[in-house]
């Protein structure tokens, strides 16, 4: 496939400032032997970790996450790998896997009000399937993907199947919504499958010490400085351009605008470059407890349009468009909330029988727009105060009038979103007392489930692209046979494949958990289906 380089004298580019380029790097210093000093990413912001980040917006606005992530051991093989041999912050006697580790021997999740209707827990252990919706479900799990070509779950699925406890519970712990790719849900069901018994409990989740920037990003970006690596923010890469002759196809040039000027970096034949495509965050918008945030479409962002660039004259580098054209399918809210008295606390607690970071999430099912939160460990933030407690939470249908504030979610300030939320807990008493003392805010972000938009083949590149000599792709809207998307774990996976093919390394991926071969796994997902 190309050149085999003396990795020594290698420099490699990243394109991208997320968890993709931040694994692809590690694992070049680890495992490929290039120097920190010879690795450079680029980011467009200026803050590193892509979509996972959290942060402070000032000591009186409070805290915001555009996501909450939880992990599982199984599945997140690559994850655990790459957090294997990365110092903690708080111990660097102890890898950030560790800390991981044995944080979730203390706090254990296992949820006692996973769906909640009208104030009330209601029993989510019966998954309410019917027998045609147990059928289309096994038989859906039991298809070649190559069957299912680019249809939705809709288009397979009966009326009946999103009214029960298994869809709601299903779809928002992925965030999968009805018109999403069918192909996409089947690899989630078989990817999960050996959690069936327990979706309702969530006793699988494996959670973060702090949010996942303190606990995850922060540490690997501490190591990649330690190493040398330099990292350019506000730097936006707009197109790279590609030599192809009968060796193969290379990457001879990087462009990049850098405070309005336009660069170029020329490749040595030793060089490679990792690039992220697309973006989940990508024009997030975000508003306030008086003001919502808005929808913004119309502004240019660099990780598309770079895919767009390069994809323009090579049909296998994918079609952004089929991700990226239709906002009012991929387009969700969430909302971070800063509670500066107790009296939440104290309420959720008592209400749902779990100390804080044992409950995951809670979804009201009779909620219009099919509102989820979650109450993490406290304190979820390294210097948060201590009489301060901070949740998340998102809905799924952001167009929809609420139950109790009559309004799209997307029109909402953060003031009514914490009202709605509020009101479907029952906290009506309390809850003059609790708003004069929090903040709510909120974040529109309209590709943030765009990966699982129906798909074709080929719509999504290759990781390695065919007769790639210097190059490959990274990130959400990488192909990866049987692995999901809207994971850490595919960001992961796919700086790992990049690294050791373009490396020509000695070394394999992680393994790919395959749960539906176990016979026991799949009695155990027949008898759930049958609750």
């Known amino acids: 496939m190309g050149f ?4 020594k004298k290698s420099k490699a580019y990243l394109v991208g400032g997320g968890l993709a380029s931040l694994a692809s790097a590690a694992y070049l210093i680890k495992d490929g032997s290039i120097p920190g000093k010879n690795i450079t990413i680029f980011e467009e912001s200026e803050m590193l970790g892509g979509s996972l980040d959290g942060y402070a917006l000032s000591s009186v606005e409070g805290y915001i996450m555009r996501g909450f992530r939880m992990l599982e051991e199984k599945v997140y093989t690559c994850t655990f790998d790459l957090l294997s041999f990365i110092p903690s912050l708080n111990n660097s006697q102890k890898t950030v896997k560790d800390e991981i580790f044995e944080f ?56 009946s199947f999103f009214k029960s406890n298994f869809w709601t519970e299903f779809c928002t712990i992925f965030s999968f919504q009805p018109w999403h790719s069918l192909a996409e849900f089947r690899r989630y069901t078989l990817r999960f499958i050996h959690n069936a018994p327990i979706i309702n409990t969530l006793g699988c989740i494996r959670s973060t010490p702090y949010n996942q920037y303190e606990s995850m990003v922060l540490p690997l970006i501490g190591w990649l400085k330690q190493q040398g690596v ?23 040039h990087i462009c990049y605008n850098h405070k309005g000027k336009q660069k170029k970096i020329v490749l040595n034949n030793s060089d490679y ?8 965050v990508a024009n997030s918008s975000i508003g306030s407890m008086t003001k919502a945030p808005r929808l913004s479409t119309g502004q240019s962002n660099g990780s598309w349009d770079l895919w767009k660039n390069i994809a323009k004259d090579q049909p296998d580098f994918g079609k952004p468009a089929v991700f990226c054209n239709h906002i009012d399918k991929s387009k969700w809210e969430s909302f971070t909330v800063t509670f500066k008295n107790p009296i939440f606390l104290q309420l959720i607690e008592k209400f749902t029988g779990n100390k804080s970071g044992s409950e995951g999430v809670i979804t009201f099912k009779n909620s219009n727009w099919l509102m989820s939160m979650a109450l993490p460990h406290q304190p979820h933030f390294i210097n948060q105060a201590k009489n301060v407690t901070v949740c998340w939470g998102y809905g799924l249908f952001p167009d929809r009038k609420g139950n109790y504030v009559k309004k799209k979610m997307s029109e909402c300030n953060g003031k009514e979103i914490l009202i709605e939320l509020l009101s479907h807990l029952g906290f009506n008493k309390e809850m003059t007392l609790i708003l004069e003392d ?5 974040i529109m972000m309209p590709y943030i489930t765009s990966q699982f938009l129906p798909r074709s083949n080929g719509d999504r590149p290759l ?23 809207f994971t850490l774990e595919l960001s992961v996976r796919s700086a790992q494949i990049g690294v050791y093919s373009l490396l020509k390394l000695n070394k394999r991926v992680s393994p790919l958990y395959k749960g539906q071969r176990n016979i026991k796994m799949i009695y155990n997902a027949i008898n759930t289906a049958f609750r």
Do not use: W
């Open 230 to 252: 330099c990292f350019k923010t506000n730097y936006r890469v707009t197109n790279l351009d590609f030599k192809q002759n009968k060796n193969g196809r290379t990457v001879e």
């Open 4 to 7: 085999k380089a003396d990795t």
């Open 438 to 442: 929090a903040i709510c805010i909120p």
């Open 104 to 159: 979730n021997e203390k706090i254990k999740t296992h949820s006692k009000s996973r769906l909640v209707e009208t104030g009330k827990i209601i029993d989510s252990y019966k998954q309410g399937l019917k027998m045609k919706d147990r059928n289309d479900l096994f038989k859906v799990m039991t298809s070649s993907e190559s069957s299912l070509g680019n249809l939705q779950i809709n288009d397979h699925f009966s009326p």
């Open 463 to 485: 990781v390695i692209p065919k007769r790639s000599t210097n190059f490959a792709f990274i990130g959400q809207y990488c192909e990866i046979p049987n692995e999901i998307s």
């Open 273 to 280: 470059v990792f690039a992220t495509l697309g973006s989940m």
